[in-house]
T-cell receptor, first 114, second 116 residues
Framework: AAGVIQSPRHLIKEKRETATLKCYPI?????VYWYQQGPGQDPQFLIS???????DKGSIPDRFSAQQFSDYHSELNMSSLELGDSALYFC?????????????FGSGTRLTVV | AQKVTQAQTEISVVEKEDVTLDCVYE???????LFWYKQPPSGELVFLIR??????QNEISGRYSWNFQKSTSSFNFTITASQVVDSAVYFC?????????????FGTGTRLTVIP
């Protein structure tokens, strides 16, 4: 069965650079969520999209932006990277009205800022 | 507000011992969903189980079992006859069916180490 695809798996950037993370949800899933997990931390909700519109916003820095495209894939854009942005970034997808069936997570993108 | 508390930060057990991971949640919603995820050293989040607020039936899946008690707002997870491969961080999570706000809230996780 198709899963949530995230790319790249690993990314190394320097401070003040920009990074773009991509997420391809499970087919027919219309909602995408982004989470950030710092070292030794639990995943923190950043932002979500439903039908290409932002549906909820968590602790996402102003330096970050995201969008969902017509094919439902989503991109998380991160600018002016800081050392503290080093984390595992997860994308998850679900289908609205079917939260009871759970969220499927991608394998994550490990971002290292040096 | 949603909140998930996993009071046990780290647990170590010897292989074949049983272990229970605690999870206590807070929510004002009447319809909500509880989840457990496993995060092995490789980093991915592996879905284990989901429970909705209307179903308090306990569940068993092989060596795993879950005890959901609304009266104490708890959703505990027991691994029977633990194995080394069970070593991971386990997250309990909560979500509710609210329009535009149904993201998952995670607990801080419990790191389980199974010693051979």
């Amino acid at each position: 069965a198709a899963g949530v695809i995230q790319s790249p798996r690993h990314l190394i950037k320097e401070k003040r650079e920009t990074a773009t993370l991509k997420c391809y949800p499970i087919p027919r899933h219309d909602t995408v969520y982004w989470y950030q997990q710092g070292p030794g931390q639990d995943p923190q909700f950043l932002i979500s999209f439903y039908e290409k519109m932002q549906s909820d916003k968590g602790s996402i820095p102003d330096r970050f932006s995201a969008q969902q495209f017509s094919d439902y894939h989503s991109e998380l854009n991160m600018s002016s990277l800081e050392l503290g942005d080093s984390a595992l970034y997860f994308c998850a997808s679900s289908r609205v009205g079917q939260v009871q069936y759970g969220y499927t997570f991608g394998s994550g993108t490990r971002l290292t800022v040096v | 507000a949603q909140k998930v508390t996993q009071a046990q930060t780290e647990i170590s057990v010897v292989e074949k011992e049983d272990v229970t991971l605690d999870c206590v949640y807070e929510t004002r919603d009447t319809t909500y969903y509880l989840f457990w995820y496993k995060q092995p050293p490789s980093g991915e989040l592996v879905f284990l189980i989901r429970r909705n607020s209307f179903d308090e039936q306990n569940e068993i899946s092989g060596r795993y079992s879950w005890n959901f008690q609304k009266s104490t707002s708890s959703f505990n997870f027991t691994i029977t006859a633990s194995q080394v491969v069970d070593s991971a961080v386990y997250f309990c999570a909560l979500s509710s069916e609210k329009a535009g706000a149904n993201n998952l809230f995670f607990g801080t996780g419990t790191r389980l180490t199974v010693i051979p």
